[in-house]
């Protein structure tokens, strides 16, 4: 389940909670390229040296992403030293005030404490985080330095940022979330991991991309001689 550009505008691709059919899903040992996940035509640069890059593209506006999340995480401890992950936020919609805020917290190390309320602060509390209003609205009730925060909030750092996001947007050929990419080359998603006849929750999604990352990583892993 992946949100695209076309949300706000249509509907969800696959609604959350679909039922799940009487075929289960397959998550193959062996991904095929053009079926669980995609080779970009041009190889992008990566910033991890001898490690594995892996990039989540993601929205806090996502409620796929949200719940890829906690798992997305329990999947990053487990993977050691071998990879360098980041998140790019994007700006699908004009969410220019979304992408500021994670980039703020990014700057400030606060994403360790608040990345997790960002989420809830839309998803729970139902702050849409639209607005320069609604995301100083979000820092008072978080417990951030209100002050600190709307400095870097305005700050070339954080336009700086932004720039780097939207290019990287373009680059990847990201139109949907979430999106995963792995060593610059490969991209994959919830929806495009799953190989099944019918219906599956977004749960099955979930757990089969990480296996399919999981492969993805493993096989880089390989070619660069990493255990």
Not at 131 to 143: I, L, N, T
Not at 187 to 194: D, I, K, L, N, W
Request: glycine share 8%.
């Amino acid at each position: 389940m992946q949100i695209r550009r076309q949300f706000f505008r249509k509907t969800l691709m696959l609604g959350a909670g679909l039922l799940l059919a009487a075929g289960a899903i397959a998550a193959p040992n062996t991904p095929k390229a053009g079926v669980e996940y995609k080779v970009l035509g041009k190889p992008q640069p990566t910033e991890a040296g001898k490690k594995i890059e892996v990039i989540e593209f993601f929205g806090y506006f996502c409620p796929h992403c949200n719940a890829l999340d906690p798992m997305l995480e329990a999947w990053l401890k487990k993977q050691g030293d071998k990879i360098v992950f980041k998140r790019v936020h994007v700006g699908f919609h004009g969410l220019t005030n979304q992408q500021k805020l994670y980039a703020t917290l990014d700057i400030m190390g606060k994403l360790g404490t608040h990345h997790v309320k960002a989420f809830n602060a839309y998803h729970v509390e139902r702050n849409r985080l639209q607005s320069e209003a609604d995301v100083m609205k979000f820092v008072a009730a978080s417990g951030l330095d209100q002050q600190k925060f709307k400095e870097v909030f305005n700050s070339f750092g954080v336009t700086g940022k932004i720039g780097r996001y939207n290019q990287l947007l373009n680059d990847y050929q990201v139109d949907s979330v979430p999106t995963i990419a792995i060593d610059g080359r490969f991209v994959t998603s919830p929806v495009q991991a799953v190989s099944t006849i019918g219906r599956v929750t977004e749960d099955e999604q979930n757990r089969a991309v990480l296996v399919v990352m999981d492969q993805l990583v493993n096989m880089v892993a390989k070619e660069k001689g990493l255990k």
